[in-house]
């Protein structure tokens, strides 16, 4: 936070009392407040921010409670119609923001800059953690009533660009992640009543965050939308350079898989296993794009098998624990009410589809594999290994280039014998390069053969 905000004050008094707020100096803030109780109404000459949005803006939370204590209206507006809440949102001021929220502090205001509102904030400028707080405010509150959540989470600015268009531009993954979870439109448009406009797919290429283009694209985002210019994101990609973007972007590349959002049974998961599938599609997808970065075949490449311990850890593992699709991996989700348990590749393989290939897309709800029951619920399995316990730490250490070898190793020999077993989802087996012998293995119709 710059100086700015208190930079250009009336008078010497206020100042003082700016800076005083601005740097956290409550003691000078209250004994001000008591020789003086107006300059709480008081603003810096040129933005008009009022000292609950310099002490926000700055993160100083001890004194945006001690405001709010004094009943200062927590949806003052400044020069540009911004509240407290939305500056506390810009400058990633999470605990400002939630106490302003507590405070009442009104979610669906909208600056007079771009029509913004505190939502468009937080996705623009990346805070995840006020995105997610105002989100949850949202759930909760009249809004949701009055407006509705979904039209909460999409509400556009004075140029039709939604929260999720905002957090693509800027490439922030984190916040595009967040936002398709609560419901954001994938295609939204920023045209108008009918007339073409960018979708966050757009504006993804423009940025050329290749996070935000996998999450847009594993949530159905569409390739061959045009904007306003009659150009497909591929293209934008390719005028502003991003040439990684690009060749995830180009619709002859293969797609990728796509996180079946309407399915009931997805969309009431828990935390886990929501975590855990959303986890082995991402990685399921980024072994697609190192064939399509490649320029090899994307069908018949086979991984390198170089990581012999993993394997070990496998094999010590008993049947039981194994799961009974593929039998390499182990069993880390459990379908209820019968019990069943299988692997998340599998999972994945029997809830998931390849976008353009109607034949292979699930239409209806996939239903257990061994008794053919209806799924009511997907839940992380009890049984704990040792890998399963290691999951969490592998994720947290995804930069260690070791695990990232063994566990692509692991996504995949998900492939080969999983899909076998199951109708309806054939063309994803391209996906699996083989099981663990793959790496002996080198034409497609070899490893079908394979148990
Ligand atoms: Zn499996
Ligand atoms: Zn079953």
């Known amino acids: ?36 109780p107006s ?35 927590p949806d003052v507006l400044n020069r540009h119609k911004q509240t407290p809440l939305m500056l506390a949102a810009m400058h990633g001021k999470f605990s400002c923001v939630q106490k302003l929220i507590q405070a009442g502090a009104n979610i669906l205001m909208f600056d007079s800059l771009h029509r913004r509102t505190c939502l468009h ?29 979904a039209r909460f989470v999409n509400i556009r600015d004075g140029r039709g660009a939604t929260p999720l268009h905002l957090a693509a531009r800027q490439k922030r993954p984190h916040c595009v992640h967040i936002l398709l979870d609560n419901g954001a439109l994938v295609c939204a448009s920023t045209g108008t009543y009918g007339t073409p406009g960018s979708t966050p797919l757009h504006l993804a290429a423009r940025g050329g965050s290749m996070d935000c283009i996998r999450e847009l694209l594993a949530w159905g985002a569409d390739r061959l939308h045009r904007d306003s210019s009659g150009r497909i994101p591929y293209m934008v990609a390719l005028k502003h350079r991003h040439g990684a973007c690009a060749t995830l972007l180009n619709p002859s590349s293969a797609e990728p898989l796509v996180w079946p959002s309407p399915l009931k049974f997805i969309s009431e998961l828990n935390q886990e296993a929501k975590e855990l599938l959303e986890r082995a599609l991402m990685e ?15 069908s018949t490449q086979s991984p ?16 039981t624990e194994l799961c009974c699709i593929c039998f390499e991996q182990l069993c880390t989700i459990e379908v209820q009410d019968c019990g069943h348990q299988m692997c998340e590749h599998c999972t994945l393989a029997l809830c998931c589809h390849n976008k353009p290939n109607p034949t292979t897309a699930c239409l209806t709800a996939p239903v257990c594999p061994f008794c053919r029951c209806n799924i009511g619920q997907l839940v992380v399995a009890k049984i704990k290994t040792t890998d399963d316990i290691d999951l969490q730490d592998q994720r947290d250490l995804a930069s260690s280039s070791l695990l990232r070898k063994s566990r692509r190793t692991r996504n995949f020999s998900e492939g080969s014998s999983s899909f076998k077993g199951l109708s309806g989802v054939g063309s994803i087996s391209k996906l699996g390069g083989g099981g663990r012998g793959s ?5 497609e119709n070899e ?5």
């Open 447 to 451: 490893w079908i053969d394979k148990p």
């Open 1 to 36: 936070m710059g100086q700015g905000l208190s930079s250009c004050t009336a008078n010497d008094e206020n100042g003082v009392f700016f800076s005083a707020i601005q740097f956290g100096d409550i003691d000078t803030v209250q004994s001000m407040l008591e020789k003086d």
């Open 121 to 149: 904030y937080a996705a623009y400028y990346g805070h995840s953690d006020c995105l997610q707080a105002i989100l949850s405010a949202a759930h909760s509150s009249d809004v949701a009533v009055s407006w509705g959540y």
């Open 39 to 73: 300059l709480l109404n008081q603003s810096t000459v040129y933005d008009r921010h009022s000292p609950l949005h310099v002490a926000a803006a700055n993160g100083q939370i001890d004194i945006v409670s001690l405001f709010l204590d004094r009943s200062v209206n």
């Open 284 to 298: 399921a997808n980024k072994e697609r794009e190192k064939s399509i970065l490649k320029g090899t075949a994307f």
């Open 304 to 319: 390198s098998h170089s990581n012999v311990d993993l394997d070990d850890n496998i094999s010590e593992a008993s049947d």
């Open 439 to 443: 790496g002996r293995v080198a034409a």
